[in-house]
């Protein structure tokens, strides 16, 4: 996986890449703010310790927790990390500022004090190219290998996967539409054949999309854009009939800076309006399908095409089957690393212990009374955490995308001794609640018809990451558990899983997703 072999290399980087490509400039779908959500994905780069080698440096926004350090330390991943967290505790709980990583580390230039290890000479590989990269790499003496910003800009575009769609003769490569009158006018031609999907031009993790049902629906996003549009705002977004899918999946290939495509791993994907849920191994038979019909033949076109336009490094391509049996190979082009990616790694490290594991997460509402040692501590005496030795288990990946929104990202501000009450949405199965839907502010509803935004479905209490407390109960934040599910088939894998609900809703977490 390293871009430039036997070299110390640098990992870190912010997950939401796209906030950072996109252009202020453009007009944009309605959306519920969500600062929790936004909190754990600034959180999310301590992941990226999967990617590590020995002598490899990983950078997190924040600094990884010392009691996790210890944990994948055993499992044998020991990267070099910072100590200290890069925003230098000018964050709160729940409020994330702008800044990228890079940004963040470029504004530590003048800094001599200890907490971050030896950068110079490092060659970066972060989770996507953004700005800042080349002023953070001055100032510490990393080494770059990537393509110019602006090329990574415009292969991440949903309108270059368009283009690149069209050009290869592939269906519904969609309507690219630049005014609310091109919205209305496509959008009208759509419906007479179903739904259809309007999607910013880099929207991400099932933000910037909106599901058009009606007539009524179109009506209301035509009119809100037309007021941004009248405000000076640029319309970019692209409309796709909205596919009956039968399973999501994923291909992760490389770019060498030779024009190379090495293809790496296709993932299956659980999604959940949209965002991701959790990324599995096909089996042999899907694989060979996926031979038989060309698809690998096409991933290899599309590198090619990718490198004529002058990119090259890590790629992830969506695609899905439909109901019906009908291959849809492209669904858009992520020019960057991956969650599949990420469970890649994973496979290839328990696969040197004939092991196999599924990327999952569980949205979680808790008040950080438990924390993390004393959640590891849990597990282990459930005979549920995987130690690396064990045939199976559940394997944290991080522990900071938890705590996150709870006042602390170890539990370290906790009461001693609380307990906490279990919510009322705790249900039978592990906690899990109901999704609901939403209504957006700024649209009007005359005609009925919700018009649903993903990223809403874990109700209106946790937008901001809190629920109101009751009593003597703490305030409730929202976190996210990552991890890898290892086991050897579906059967021990959903006994597992039934093993970990109840232990999190004996333990007062509420599962949200």
């Known amino acids: 996986m390293n871009a430039i072999p036997n070299q110390r290399h640098l990992y870190m980087g912010t997950f939401e890449a796209e ?13 519920i703010p969500d600062r929790a959500s936004s909190a754990i994905v600034a959180a999310m780069d301590e992941l990226l310790f999967s990617f590590c080698q020995p002598g490899d440096a990983l950078l997190t926004r924040y600094a990884i927790s010392p009691v996790h350090r210890q944990y994948i330390a055993q499992l044998g991943f020991r990267p070099a990390v910072n100590e200290r967290d890069l925003t230098d505790g000018t964050e709160q709980a729940g409020n994330v500022s702008v800044a990228s990583v890079f940004e963040l580390l470029g504004s530590r230039k003048a800094d001599t004090s200890t907490g971050f290890p030896q950068l110079e000479g490092c060659v970066l590989s972060p989770f996507a190219g953004l700005p800042h990269v080349e ?12 393509p110019p910003l602006e090329t990574i800009r415009k292969v991440n575009a949903k309108t270059y996967s368009s283009d690149l769609k069209r050009s290869l003769g592939l269906r519904h490569p969609g309507y690219i539409v630049t005014s609310f009158a091109d919205v209305a006018e496509a959008g009208r031609k759509l419906l007479r054949d179903g739904s259809f999907l ?16 009606s007539t009524q629906m179109l009506d209301r996003i035509v009119s809100y854009l037309r007021g941004q549009e009248r405000k000076g705002k640029r319309v970019l977004f692209l409309l796709e009939p909205f596919l009956e899918k039968e399973q999501d999946f994923s291909c992760q290939f490389m770019i060498g800076d030779n024009g190379s495509v090495d293809i ?3 993932q299956w994907l659980a999604n959940t309006q949209f965002a991701y849920r959790e990324s599995l191994s096909p089996d042999k038979a899907f694989m060979e399908r996926l031979e038989r019909e060309g698809y690998f033949r096409l991933m290899q076109d599309v590198g090619k095409q990718l490198y004529q336009d002058g990119y090259y490094g890590d790629v992830c391509i969506d695609s899905m089957t439909l109901r019906g049996g009908k291959l849809e190979p492209i669904i858009e082009i992520n020019a960057r690393k991956s969650m599949s990616l990420i469970k890649h790694q994973l496979d290839t490290f328990l696969a040197g212990k004939n092991m196999r594991g599924t990327l999952t997460n569980y949205s979680l509402s808790h008040d950080g009374s438990l924390s993390y040692e004393e959640l590891l501590e849990g597990l282990e005496c ?18 900071n995308t938890l ?10 501000k906790r009461n001693t001794g609380h307990k906490s009450t279990p919510s009322r949405k705790t249900t039978e199965r592990g906690g899990r609640s109901s999704a609901k839907q939403v209504r957006v502010s700024g649209i009007g509803s005359g005609s009925g018809d919700s018009l649903t935004v993903s990223g809403g479905s874990e109700g209106l209490a946790d937008f901001q990451g809190k629920e109101e407390a009751t009593g003597s109960e703490r305030t ?9 599910l290892v086991a050897a088939g579906e059967e021990e894998k959903m006994r597992l899983t039934s093993k970990l609900e109840h232990f999190l809703a004996e333990h007062h977490f509420t599962v949200l997703n």
């Open 476 to 484: 409730r934040g929202k976190g996210r558990l990552y991890l890898e």
């Open 264 to 266: 790496l791993s296709v």
């Open 382 to 399: 459930e005979g549920l955490l995987f130690t690396g030795e064990s045939e199976e288990g559940v394997m944290p990946l991080g522990a």
């Open 403 to 412: 705590y996150v929104n709870t006042g602390g990202r170890d539990g370290e």
């Open 19 to 31: 906030v950072y490509w996109r252009d202020a400039q453009l007009a944009s779908l309605p959306a």
């Open 135 to 146: 002023e953070a790499a001055r100032a510490w003496g990393i080494t770059l290998h990537q």
């Open 198 to 213: 309007i999607k910013d031009d880099f929207g991400v993790s099932g933000k910037g999309n909106l599901h058009i049902t």
